[in-house]
């Protein structure tokens, strides 16, 4: 157990906007800090991170917390593992029982595959450096291919010895569990029930996950028998999904953001000479196809993608056809082709770090324009090829969805393939017309409402007994959005200090909470929160925002957390650039809380309204009748009031 003091500093420690930022590029927008959501896939941003609440919110999927639950969501992790994580981020002592090996792999069985792995690199790293066989084999290999010692030791690079259980006994004389060796594909059992190990004789390029905490491997064989597969990696896992990871971002990440461009190669050799030549922001599909959640990954650090091909022509050509999917997750892409016959890995060492970089930044070219001119190359003068091309070229074109980029292109390629730019775009918007019909489910049902907007016309005129005009039952909807106000304006204002005509110095909350005595809230998660604000009034307390958004129950975190941020800030250039003055909501706060309590009030009584009509409707006897009238007349009045205030008098 982490001791509360232990908790308590953590929290105050840990800032929202670094914890974030280290698994999403955000950028400035208003008072919120705005990204690409972690959590799905989206083009446009819609995940906010509010520094002075200490929250993040997405308002794509909804997810939202606090430092501690980003870290639990994003990483899958527990409470106490997130605590323990951002305390190894900040440097924060935490002290609890020592735990055994067993009793860990016990607590979590997602943390003993980390833990195997973690152990499985460390083994592999000593092998290198330490034994004999690695040292003449392993470390002779890496320097005979050029790399420095700082490299090969900042990737974590070792040596799985040439025996058929070595890293196995190892491990379980460390007493850690052969089911866990075998779930993360480090051990295979044989017919005979036998573990064996299932990198022999390798070198090992160990494979990390965003916070740096090894997932899974990829060993290289150093025998030159054919039958002898080069490569072999790691099998999925609970831990690792190949699809998801990208070789080298966890050393990458923080290069990748400050450059705001990432370097895409395809294996673990070039991510090392690369970084080799002082260029750190670059990355692997780890021999691959580049997959959707790969280019997503990327996306969260930079629109900017250079991909560094090899010099092989036919490589390049298959290549091509998959990086559209690049194109249409809206990135902006360039290409660095390599003399004929070298990767990034051959050419880094031929030409050394400096020229390898000078190469690099003089021969970027839109992703486009090379592919354009590669097939043109290999069409030659054959008409049909050039109309394949030429639709080829547009097809890539149609997946930008950036309009202006789109023209851009456009232009640029009209001149590259000698065609008219009319005949360009009249093709680009057949693809693009073709695409939108395929993709749209047209439906003659007419659309629902989104359930945070009230439905349209919500007052229907209806002749009462009373000659009223009265609402009808089918137009009233619950009451979730004005219960829903009064909770936000608890936890925005609930600390402020008022002097409004008679009320002088008294906290909005409780200015709010004596207007209530006479409301019932509807809504489960509004209700407990309003009840848990009264009792902490009743006991001299006034809540803070902070007590419901780091709140146990889920459920009201996420309301609360909801209700405390929006995806909408007010922009300055109303004002400075169109010296149009938007009032914001805090320059009459009476009326923005009195605003609120009437809202809410104006749906009890269209309530207790519509109930009444429906007993007048049923009731025959003539003098329960009248009480009900006068009853009815009562409660109108009391409705005409609340309209005076609203300003949306509908009654007459």
């Not at 309009?403 to 009319?422: D, G, M, T, W, Y």
Request: charged share 25%.
């Amino acid at each position: 157990m982490i001791n509360r003091e232990t908790i308590d500093k953590i929290m105050e420690t840990a800032r929202i906007e670094e914890v974030v930022g280290d698994f999403v590029h955000l950028k400035k927008r208003g008072t919120s800090l705005i990204g690409n959501c972690p959590f799905h896939g989206e083009k446009t941003p819609s995940f906010h991170v509010s520094v002075n609440k200490g929250i993040y919110k997405c308002f794509g999927c909804g997810k939202g917390g606090d430092s501690v639950r980003f870290v639990m969501d994003h990483e899958k992790y527990s409470y106490p593992e997130a605590l323990k994580f951002l305390a190894n981020k900040y440097n924060i002592e935490v002290e609890e029982t020592v735990e055994s090996v067993q009793d860990v792999e016990a607590q979590n069985a997602r943390e003993s595959l980390y833990i195997v792995s973690a152990f499985a690199a460390n083994f592999f790293e000593d092998q290198l450096w330490n034994s004999s066989e690695g040292k003449a084999i392993g470390l002779s290999y890496f320097k005979e291919r050029g790399f420095r010692e700082d490299i090969i030791k900042k990737f974590n690079l070792g040596y799985s010895p040439d025996v058929w259980d070595a890293l196995t006994l190892d491990a379980v004389k460390n007493k850690h569990a052969e089911e866990y060796l075998e779930k993360t594909g480090l051990a295979i059992r044989n017919d005979k029930g036998k573990l064996y190990d299932r990198f022999r004789g390798r070198v090992m390029f160990p494979i990390h996950n965003f916070t740096g905490r090894v997932i899974g491997f990829g060993g290289r064989t150093l025998k030159t028998d054919k039958n002898v597969p080069k490569y072999v990696n790691s099998p999925e896992s609970d831990i690792y999904h190949k699809s998801n990871v990208l070789y080298g971002l966890f050393h990458a990440k923080k290069a990748i953001r400050d450059l705001d461009n990432c370097y895409l190669v395809e294996g673990y050799a070039d991510v090392l000479s690369v970084h080799q030549a002082n260029i750190e922001n670059v990355v692997a599909s780890s021999g691959t196809s580049l997959t959707i959640e790969q280019i997503r990954l990327i996306g969260r650090f930079t629109q900017n993608v250079t991909i560094l091909y090899d010099g092989d022509a036919a490589g390049i050509k298959a290549s091509l056809r998959g990086l559209d999917m690049i194109l249409e997750e809206g990135l902006n892409v360039k290409v660095v082709s390599f003399p004929q016959g070298d990767d990034p890995d051959s050419y880094m060492h031929k030409v050394g770090a400096g020229a390898f970089k000078t190469y690099v930044e003089e021969n970027r070219k839109d992703f486009i324009l090379y592919k354009a001119n590669i097939l043109l190359a290999d069409a030659g003068n054959d008409p049909l090829k050039r109309a394949g091309i030429i639709r080829d070229i547009v097809e890539s074109i149609a997946k930008i969805p950036d309009n202006i980029k789109a023209s851009v292109f456009i232009r640029e390629c009209s001149s590259l393939l000698q065609i008219e730019e009319r005949v360009l775009l009249s093709e680009l918007n057949t693809m693009r017309a073709a695409k939108l019909k395929k993709a749209s489910t047209p439906s003659r049902s007419q659309p629902s409402h989104h359930p945070d907007m009230p439905p349209d016309n919500l007052f229907d005129d209806q002749a009462s007994p009373a000659g009223e005009t009265l609402v009808t039952e089918s137009k009233v909807a619950n009451d979730d959005l004005q219960e829903q106000e009064i909770v936000r304006l608890l936890l925005a204002f609930g600390h402020e200090l008022v002097s409004w005509d008679k009320i002088d110095n008294m906290y909005i909350g409780s200015f709010i909470m004596q207007n209530l005595t006479d409301v019932t809230f509807e809504n489960k998660l509004c209700k407990k929160i309003i009840d848990h604000y009264r009792i902490e009034i009743e006991n001299g307390q006034l809540p803070t925002a902070n007590q419901f958004i780091k709140s146990q129950d889920r459920d009201i975190a996420d309301l609360a957390i909801t209700l405390s941020t929006s995806p909408y800030s007010l922009s300055e250039n109303w004002y400075n650039k169109h010296n149009i003055y938007v009032r914001d909501e805090t320059v009459n706060l009476k009326a923005t809380i009195l605003g609120g309590l009437y809202h809410l009030k104006k749906r009890k009584v269209d309530r207790i309204l519509l109930d009444l009509l429906q007993e007048i409707k049923t009731e025959t006897d003539a003098t329960n009748q009248d009480i009900l009238l006068q009853r009815y007349s009562f409660i109108k009045n009391v409705e005409r009031e609340i309209n005076k205030f609203l300003g949306s008098v509908i009654v007459k």
